[in-house]
């Protein structure tokens, strides 16, 4: 527990809160978090509602387990990233809106700070004072956390969430907003936040005209934001880990011809049906024909069997969507032959992005053809021209989630949504990843990689990781933390005068040598080994045949 | 922090209490949504229904004061050292929504306006 220091806000908060002294926990790691609790007792982290432990989460009331899941969450962060200013977390539970599970983001935005990597450009705090080395808001906390009380969250640790809302898996992504994880220019104008850029703006690039965030002006931001597929992240320390995370085949809509409309498309996938991928398709696509009926009044719509079905058989069939569900104009498309199925927004949905497809538990079973959405301007498009062919499938050539030269696809659909678009990552990544919109089912508690890539992105943008010996291998990573980092390898006080290389590990040749006395029974097997040890390094060329000597003759005096 | 900043922040705090107050409480809505989807689980019944119009409001009420905001309208402080601060107002911050599904299980998204926190349960403008 901390004192918590005076904050103007903390104080109103307490006035509405009946004048209670909200508490503070921090969190011992590498960069210490503290979490602020401005609940009033007998609610939120303070209520006493009796609860039985679960999954690792060993609080007996309510207001415990939200605390420990709270606290395991920025302990996860804690353990991962370094820096000298602890990092508080203003949290409370209250009971929110209908379907409003919590939100999460940073108190404060700085520039100009000392110690700044980039002048003119906005940082939050958090990082602000990691970078700065002190406090820059000390009268403030840095991160704003409110959750539902009257959401039913897993509050278990191990991640075994079933059918619930993981709140350990939602906190390490609103946490990571607030850490940095998210830019402040406009989507609806594409200025930037109050004329400057933001740290994240200067990793985002457009691979259609080769600028960063930073470098456009409002105009191409703004165009950029529905870039679909071709804003990326090419932060150096997500892309050289992105192979380590994500599965190759990249799911891909590609007109081919006429050249007029050639190109990649955005597209919504079904629940239904083969994937995409499942067999890769490439055909022509041909408009579907159906009867205006009482299943569906236009010829377009596919709610009936189609009438030009011998014209469908083995291509791609073009559907307009409404009026019936997806899957049945996805049955319909498959009982006539289509290989694949198209499914562009009807006027109706002539502004919304390529939805993704719900069945309905009827058709689904009798849908063959893999089936795509496209947007309605995307959809008339094709329907408007002659001679139509498609690819729809994988490529396998680029890994799901990044473009060719593995940088991250950040999310920019079109039409943009809000804040949500490019403070995220593309939803077409494989493996899921923290940072997509969605909160997936499947997310491990795991930041990093091969399971992650949110660390990564706070690393690009100027977070350090723990790494008490400076060898460069993160804490978590170092096969010794606190390696025996001394230029020449020293056994018990004896200075071989032996370069001390590393290893590749994380371990030095010096720590190798300490490991391998605490693993020998004794002096002989220790000798032994070291003999064997030092040949090895001989013959990859570490070390010449003296300084193995030298290595030995020094190890058999430590006794 | 001025005290233009602080009586910011606690009109956001207090906005949103107002948020979590019961049906029946006043609640500020720049903009009137409407429900198209059930969305709500009734906690009486479980059955998903459609919210009422004080809960649609409350939700449309609470992505307000949470998401993005114009920057013109938060002030920017220069501090001692060359710093310059912006306090974002309890906004700026990642809302995330949840709507169950049909089997049970729920869909989540992380967003950060008003509109697309709407998109995403299906709440439209009514204009009437």
């Known amino acids: ?559 | 922090m001025t005290r233009q900043r602080v009586l910011a922040a606690i009109a956001a705090f207090a906005m949103a209490i107002a948020v979590a107050a019961p049906v029946g409480a006043a609640a500020v809505a720049p903009k009137k949504f409407k429900a198209t989807r059930a969305f709500v689980v009734d906690k009486q019944t479980g059955v998903v229904r459609m919210p009422t119009p004080a809960e649609v409001d409350a939700v449309v009420t609470t992505l307000t004061v949470l998401g993005q905001q114009p920057s013109e309208s938060l002030a920017q402080t220069t501090h001692d050292n060359g710093a310059v601060s912006v306090d974002l107002a309890g906004g700026f911050s990642g809302v995330l929504l949840a709507r169950p599904n049909e089997d049970g299980s729920w869909e989540t998204r992380c967003v950060f306006t008003v509109e697309e926190g709407a998109a995403f349960l299906g709440l439209v403008e009514d204009v009437q």
Request: with cysteine.
């Open chain 1, 1 to 559: 527990m901390t004192t918590r220091r005076p904050s103007p806000i903390r104080l109103v908060a307490l006035a509405v809160a009946s004048l209670l002294a909200p508490t503070a926990a921090a969190i011992a790691g590498p960069a210490q978090f503290v979490i602020v609790n401005i609940n009033a007792p007998g609610v939120g982290f303070n209520d006493p509602t009796p609860a039985a432990p679960v999954g690792g989460n060993t609080g007996t009331t309510l207001g415990e387990q939200r605390l420990i899941a709270f606290s395991h969450a920025a302990a996860i962060w804690s353990a991962r990233l370094d820096s000298a200013v602890p990092i508080r977390i203003r949290a409370q539970f209250t009971p929110l809106a209908a379907n409003v599970l919590g939100s999460a983001g940073p108190i404060q935005i700085f520039r100009n700070f000392p110690n700044a990597p980039l002048t003119a450009t906005w940082y939050h705090v958090a990082l602000a004072n990691k970078l700065a080395g002190v406090d820059l808001a000390p009268i403030d906390d840095d991160i704003n956390a409110n959750f539902s009380s009257t959401f039913n969250f897993y509050l278990g640790l191990d991640g075994n969430h079933g059918a619930l809302n993981d709140l350990v898996a939602v906190l390490l992504h609103e946490f990571a907003h607030g850490l940095g994880f998210s830019q402040f220019a406009s989507l609806g104008t594409g200025a930037y936040f109050a004329g400057f850029p933001d740290v994240y703006n200067t990793n985002l690039l457009d691979t259609t005209v080769g600028l960063h965030w930073s470098q456009m002006t409002n105009a191409q931001r703004l165009a950029s934001a529905t870039n679909w597929g071709r804003v990326v992240w090419d932060g150096s320390g997500v892309t050289a880990t992105a192979p380590a995370v994500l599965t190759l085949g990249s799911p891909n809509v590609e007109v081919n011809t006429p050249a007029s409309i050639a190109g990649v498309y955005q597209f919504g996938t079904a629940a239904f049906g083969p994937a995409i991928g499942n067999s890769n398709v490439s055909a022509s696509v041909v408009a579907a024909v159906d009867a205006a009926d009482v299943a569906g009044p236009a010829t377009t719509d596919g709610c009936s069997p189609f009438t030009n079905a011998a014209a469908i058989a083995g291509q791609i069939a073009l559907v307009e969507r409404g009026t019936c569900g997806f899957a049945v104009k996805a049955r319909n498309a498959s009982t006539a032959g289509a290989v694949a199925v198209i499914i562009y927004n009807n006027s109706a949905n002539a502004g919304a992005a390529p939805p993704g497809m719900a069945g309905n538990g009827v058709d689904d079973a009798f849908v063959t053809a893999p089936t795509v959405s496209v947007s309605r301007v995307s959809g008339l498009a094709i329907a408007g021209a002659s001679g139509v062919t498609a690819d729809i499938g994988v490529d396998l050539s680029i890994r799901a989630g990044a473009d060719a030269l593995n940088r991250l696809r950040v999310y920019a659909p079109f039409p943009v949504v809000g804040g949500s678009s490019i403070s995220h990552y593309d939803t077409i990544a494989s493996r899921n990843l923290l940072m997509e919109p969605a909160i997936n089912p499947d997310l491990t508690h795991n930041v990093k990689a091969p399971f992650d890539l949110t660390w990564e992105l706070l690393h690009d943008i100027g977070w350090t990781f723990p790494d008490a010996d400076g060898d460069t291998f993160p804490d978590d990573e170092d096969c010794n933390a606190h390696s025996d980092v001394r230029p020449t390898i020293i056994i018990n006080g004896i200075d071989t005068g032996v370069p001390n290389r590393g290893l590749g590990s994380g371990c030095t040749m010096a720590d190798t040598i300490v490991s391998t006395k605490a693993a020998s029974g004794n002096h002989g097997s220790f000798v032994s080994a070291i003999a064997h040890l030092t040949n090895e390094w001989k013959d990859a060329g570490l070390i010449a045949g003296s300084q193995k000597g030298a290595i030995q003759s020094a190890a058999a005096k430590w006794k």
